[in-house]
Nanobody, 125 residues
């Protein structure tokens, strides 16, 4: 099991930037990929970005492509999400997650085994 703790959320004006961090502990060596998801009030949890550790490959939802960047350290200890050009539609609770199995892609929430508690991001217009 991997324990995950997110930080870095907050209130920002539209057009601004935030950097989320996710600190991992426990069986971090067992994760093949990590990702960021978000959930706005009254909406389903949705995929934001993921990174596959073996190849360093990154994947993004269309809604954040070109604005958000996922990265992490090689020891799989910390995951980041740099968010630029933020929009009010980006307002949500952001969760980081770790997957311990190999899949072709990591955009589905059910593929992740461990989740953090979430951090609130609010973008004002």
């Amino acid at each position: 099991q991997v324990q995950l703790v997110e930080s870095g959320g907050g209130l920002v004006q539209a057009g601004g930037s935030l950097r989320l961090s996710c600190a991992a502990s426990g069986r971090t060596f067992s994760s093949y990929a990590m990702g960021w998801f978000r959930q706005a009030p009254g909406k389903e949890r949705e995929f934001v970005a993921a990174i596959r550790w073996s190849a360093g490959s990154t994947y993004y939802a269309d809604s954040v492509k070109g604005r958000f960047t996922i990265s992490g350290d090689n020891a799989k200890i910390t995951l980041y999400l740099q968010m630029n050009s933020l929009k009010p539609d980006d307002t949500a609770v952001y969760y980081c997650a770790a997957a311990s199995r190999i899949y072709r892609d990591y955009s589905a929430a059910w593929k992740y085994d461990d989740w953090g508690q979430g951090t609130q991001v609010t973008v004002s217009s």
